[in-house]
């Protein structure tokens, strides 16, 4: 038995020591226990932690420190995907009967900087084999996160101060916060906030204008209100401006109601007197401006003046001097000086303007009836639109009532015909559908608007000539005759014999009323044989040239002829003879000459005459030996080209001396 027993406790003996070195080891709750966090400080859904709080995680085994990285110990604000930067410890000593339960080991996390108050953040110990380890190696089998929030910060009221305009150059302010055992700090236009208490006095002496307090709180924890409570107040100790009275103007004639109006300081109260009496208040508004309506004004001169007094209770001296003087007499007639008497418009809708007495009321009437009325500026200037008058003539006259409700007699008549018809041609020429029209002929069209046509709407644009088949219109003056109510186009030159035209009056013609016609008017004529074209020039081509038999030819010059036929029976006059091109002043003729003491040169039916035609090289010192260019053209009195135009060419080889 003796034996047994002793054999009994050597077993037990054994196997306690086995346990304990296996504790020692590490190895027996590693064998069976799964390594899990056991705890979390803050908690789980924490409220209210400290913004200098560090972050524990504990666990059931020892854990091997370098498994715990900023890749699997971290923390971050919820919702955004950056990590924040923080050192981190690991703590194996702790014993397993501590009050931390079971636990054996804690792993700390301390941020770099003190977290943000009133956030909620996110703490993640990341498990699996990527994850933090106990010392033997044994891994937290799945991710650990948990998230809770920071204390809110304090919330600062002010309680008492001035505000608005006020004429002290001191201030004192009471605050509170919404956390207890708070500090402050205040700040004053801008100054750096510095630690005050509550009330906080300024003695002053304040500048003028505005100022901003702001104060903050601090709660014991050493959060402070990032939006600091501020109130705004402006020093005014000064006098403001005297007011101006600017309405009505002075001397001016009023009704027994009237209103009185001028300029002060923005938002102050402006009070009126005649004397000494008070004739009542009204404010100014941002701008400044204000006005106060008076009645029951007795006939004649009255004085006024006005003070003002701004926000902060500060009162002006007196404002000038207005005197206004209640009238019953009638106004002088009012005058209407626009449209022009006798005009047109073409829609029924337009505006008459004139003149009355300043600030007075016109009324418009057609007859006895009664268009509406306006009012004139302070320089007397009125205006009336009237809109949807019908077609025909109607005569307006206007009366003026002054303020004082004084109505004038009546103004001038003024006429004006409303035309709303589209104009139309009554008569073309040449007639549609002309032949054996003249060359030299115009183009005409003649209107039946019986008021007329708008001049200024007929012109080269609007009035053209083109010949069939050509999208070019011709050159050519365009005018109108009032009297007539004729417009003509004149051609720049000769229209070409032989030739079919299109004239085209376009929708952009419009009568004096305004209207424009409705479609475009076209008509078609075909011009006869030109006089002209029965004159032939020989040669076409001349040349002048002096040779080389000629070296010592010093002025360097030669003539030719040109002869002129006329091949028809009717005289063909010629008025003019030009000479064109780079080289023109080198050559002349003999008809340039005789042309210059007659108005022209006849030459009848069945004739020939012959025109002499000069060359003179380029004066001595230039290079004279080169070729010569030009154009001769024979024109009669209309401006047409008689015969073909004759090209002048000249080669010189001459002696430069």
């Known amino acids: 038995m003796k034996q047994t027993a002793m054999m009994t406790r050597l077993a037990v003996l054994v196997g306690a020591a086995l346990v304990a070195v296996l504790a020692l080891s590490g190895l027996a709750w590693a064998a069976t226990t799964p390594l899990a966090v056991t705890k979390t400080v803050p908690g789980s859904g924490a409220m209210q932690v400290a913004r200098t709080a560090n972050v524990q995680a504990y666990f059931n085994h020892d854990m091997k420190a370098s498994t715990i ?22 703590n194996n000593t702790i014993s397993p009967t501590s009050t931390n339960g079971s636990s054996q080991s804690v792993a700390t996390l301390n941020p770099n900087s003190d977290l943000a ?52 150059t001191s201030a004192t302010f009471a605050f509170s916060s919404s956390k207890p055992n708070s500090t402050f700090q205040c700040s004053l236009d801008n100054s750096t906030f510095a630690a005050c208490p509550s009330p906080k006095n300024y003695s002053g002496p304040l500048n003028q204008g505005s100022h901003t307090f702001r104060v903050r709180a601090i709660d014991a924890t050493g959060t402070q209100d990032p939006t600091p409570a501020s109130r705004s107040w402006i020093v005014d100790t000064l006098v403001p401006d005297a007011p101006a009275i600017t309405s009505p103007q002075e001397n001016g004639f009023v009704g027994a109601s009237f209103t009185l109006s001028g300029t002060a300081e923005p938002n102050a109260t402006v009070e009126v007197f005649e004397g000494t009496t008070s004739k009542g208040t009204t404010q100014t508004n941002a701008s400044g401006v204000w006005s106060k309506a008076l009645s029951g004004v007795s006939e004649g001169a009255h004085i006024y003046t006005a003070k003002a007094t701004d926000a902060a209770g500060n009162t ?34 337009f505006t008459l303007s004139g003149t009355a007495e300043a600030n007075s009321t016109v009324t418009i009437f057609e007859g006895t009836t009664s268009k509406g009325t306006t009012q004139t500026d302070a320089q007397g200037n009125w205006s009336k639109a009237l809109i949807g008058v019908a077609e025909g ?42 032949t054996g029209v003249a060359p030299s002929t115009n183009v005409t069209a003649t209107f039946s608007d019986a008021g007329g046509m708008d001049s200024s709407s007929i012109f080269e644009q609007t009035f053209t000539l083109k010949e069939q088949g050509s999208s070019s219109q011709l050159g050519a003056s365009v005018s109108y005759e009032p009297t007539t ?50 004159v032939t020039i020989t040669p076409t081509t001349l040349d002048l040239s002096v040779t080389s038999n000629d070296p010592f030819n ?19 006059d010629f008025w003019d003879v030009s000479i064109t091109g780079p080289d023109a002043q080198y050559f002349s003729t003999g008809a340039q000459k005789l042309l210059l003491t007659s108005d022209y040169l006849g030459l009848s039916g069945g004739f020939s005459v012959k025109d002499e035609v000069k060359f003179t090289a380029g004066p001595t010192g230039e290079d004279r030996s080169r070729s010569y260019f030009a154009t001769l053209t024979y024109k009669d009195g209309n401006g047409a080209t008689i015969g073909s135009p004759v090209s002048l060419t000249a080669t010189a080889r001459c002696v430069s001396v």
């Open 117 to 168: 108050a009133n956030t909620t953040y996110q703490v993640l110990i990341v498990g699996g084999s990527s994850g933090v380890k106990d010392v033997n190696g044994n891994a937290l089998s799945a991710n650990k996160s948990w998230t809770f929030t920071t204390v809110p910060p304090p919330d600062t009221t002010i309680a008492s101060g001035p505000t608005g305009a006020v004429a002290s």
């Open 316 to 349: 002006s001296s007196a404002s000038n001097a207005r005197t206004v003087k209640v009238d019953t007499q009638a106004p002088s007639a009012p005058a209407i000086t626009s449209p022009a008497d006798n005009s047109y418009d073409n829609d029924g809708n």
């Open 554 to 572: 010093v002025p360097c010059e030669k003539t030719g002829l040109l002869t002129w036929t006329n091949n028809g029976t009717d005289e063909v």
């Open 393 to 434: 003539s109607h005569t307006y006259t206007a009366k003026a009532t002054d303020a004082g409700g004084n109505t004038s007699s009546a103004s001038n008549a003024r006429t004006l015909t409303i035309d709303t018809t589209p104009p139309t041609v009554n008569n073309v020429s040449p007639a549609n559908t002309a």
């Open 485 to 534: 109510k004729t417009a003509t186009l004149n051609p720049s030159t000769d229209l070409t014999p032989n030739t079919a035209y299109t004239a085209t009056l376009t929708t952009g013609v419009k009568d004096a009323a305004g209207n424009a016609m409705v479609q475009e008017k076209t008509w078609s004529f075909t011009t006869g044989a030109n006089p002209v074209s029965s």
């Open 69 to 90: 990285t900023s890749s699997t110990f971290k923390i971050r604000k919820q919702g955004t995907t950056t990590w924040l930067g923080a050192t981190r410890s690991v």
